[in-house]
């Protein structure tokens, strides 16, 4: 039996064998694949707004607003920017503090956006009315290798509204200017210039200011732009012009013109000119001085704040002149210590706009008591002559003379008035008898001399007739 199974066992064992290579190969190609380098995609990208509106603009205007950009990578990259819609071409994106137009933008990884801006200029021709746009921001794909992963780019978009209500109108007008017409050496000359729009825009003057001396013909000193803050539509405002003290220092002495030669509104509206004579002085020449006016307690001190006064000066002198008040302060007599103001008030000269002035003086209250203020104003190093203000913090206590002489006085009092009624009761005499009915009269004896005292029968003894009738 055992012989005839054998030639089928080894044909058996044969196939096992020529088979298991087979089965080994393929369960290793399965199981172990050979690694192959991914490239990850980026993982975000961040925009604000989402929309932005740009509302009730005029034709011919200019106008600008802010992006921001957020990288979510793990690394630094470049962000493209496009626009389409109706109103692209009147957008551009500018860096900001540029103008030059940009079609991307650097933007490193990190929590903080990188800033753009979006500048708008609307055509003079425009028709009233809503207009759209869209700037996408996106990055470029990856390059794709052979046989590699497919790699795509990551963007986002901002909707642009425009609204467009009416024409711009740019107008105003130079109203005044003035300046002070003495000046010393080393010191700055201050030009007021007051502009008025307008117009139905916001904008900002660009003014051209020169200093030009008396005889000579090329102009000592010379200055375009713009200071301050965009006058908005009807509003008045006054630009200061300065003409520097590190450049009047050195200056010759005598007779100059200031100069606005033009202020331009944006689109190069010229609304006005104007000359001011001034002169030049040496440095300490021109005098100094005022009046310290009055003293005036603003509030009601309490112990632990401060008692605000107020210092009123006005100018005597020729030239600005930055005023403190200076003082001491005593209480219930006894000096404390120095007082000084810690802001000046700056005041112009004589008969000038801003010739006088409040200078405040913080007084430090840490006690109960009478408290006196004693001092003047100082004007550029000259004094004036001194004022003193005097108030009380808390109650008034009573001295102890006082309280004995007041009790003294109650006592004298009582005894006056104790006098006074025994005084009248005196006076007034017995009550009248007619007061007297209800009281009983008292019992007057016959025989007042003779006792009468009636018989009496013994303790116990029975009744019987009367010894006296018998």
């Known amino acids: 039996m055992r012989k005839q199974f054998a030639p089928i ?6 196939c ?12 290793a190609t399965v199981i172990n694949p050979r690694p192959r380098p991914h490239i990850a995609p980026p993982e975000a990208v961040g925009l604000y707004p989402t929309l932005l ?14 992006i921001g ?17 109706r109103a ?13 137009p940009i079609n991307r933008i650097r933007v490193p990884n990190g929590p903080s956006p990188t800033q753009a801006l979006l500048q708008l200029q609307v055509p003079s021709t425009l028709a009233d009315g809503i207009y759209h746009a869209v700037l996408t921001v996106w990055t470029k794909p990856g390059k794709t290798k052979n046989n590699g992963p497919t790699t795509v780019g990551l963007g ?22 003035y300046t002070y017409p003495k000046l010393e ?4 000359l201050k030009v007021s210039a007051i502009v008025n729009n307008s117009g139905n825009v916001a904008a900002l003057p660009s003014f051209h200011f020169q200093i030009v001396k008396k005889g000579v013909h090329r102009p000592v000193y010379n200055w375009v732009g713009t200071t301050g803050e965009p006058l908005l539509p009807g509003q008045r405002s006054t630009y200061e012009l300065r003409w520097p003290a590190s450049l009047t220092e050195g200056a010759t002495l005598g007779a100059y013109t200031a100069k606005i030669l033009s202020v331009t509104f944006p689109q190069v509206k010229d609304v006005g000119s104007w000359a001011l004579p001034f002169r030049l002085y040496p440095f300490g020449s021109l005098h100094r001085g005022g009046k310290l006016l009055s003293l005036r307690l603003m509030n009601k001190p309490r112990v632990g704040y401060s008692a605000e006064v107020q210092a009123s000066v006005v100018s005597s002198g020729e030239v600005q002149q930055e005023t403190y008040f200076v003082g001491q302060l005593y209480r219930n007599g006894t000096f404390l210590e120095g007082i000084k103001s810690p802001v000046p008030v700056l005041l112009a000269p004589a008969d000038q706009p801003g010739a006088t002035g409040v200078v405040q003086v913080p007084i430090p209250i840490t006690k109960t008591g009478l408290y006196r203020l004693t001092g003047t104003a100082n004007f550029a190093g000259a004094q004036s002559s001194a004022k003193t203000l005097t108030f009380r913090v808390g109650g008034v206590g009573i001295p102890l003379v006082y309280k004995i002489a007041a009790a003294a006085a109650l006592i004298v009092l009582l005894l006056v008035l104790i006098s006074l009624v025994a005084l009248r009761r005196r006076r007034r005499g017995p009550p009248h008898p007619e007061g007297r009915r209800h009281v009983p009269p008292r019992y007057t004896a016959t025989h007042p001399r003779v006792l009468h005292v009636p018989l009496t029968e013994p303790v116990g003894s029975a009744p019987g007739r009367s010894h006296r009738r018998r």
Do not use: C, M
């Open 88 to 100: 692209a071409p009147w957008l551009k994106v500018t860096p900001t503090g540029g103008a030059t």
């Open 69 to 85: 950009v957020l990288n979510g990578t793990d690394h630094g990259q470049w962000f493209h920017l496009s626009l389409s819609g």
């Open 156 to 177: 986002g978009e901002i909707e642009v509204t425009v609204a467009v209500s009416g024409t711009e109108v740019v107008a105003g007008k130079l109203i005044d200017a």
């Open 53 to 66: 509106t740009f509302k009730d603009v005029l034709r011919g205007g200019r106008y600008q607003d802010t």
């Open 9 to 14: 066992a080894g044909a058996i064992f044969l």
């Open 185 to 188: 050496q080393g010191e700055p």
């Open 16 to 27: 096992a064998v020529a088979v298991a290579p087979l089965g080994g190969a393929a369960s």
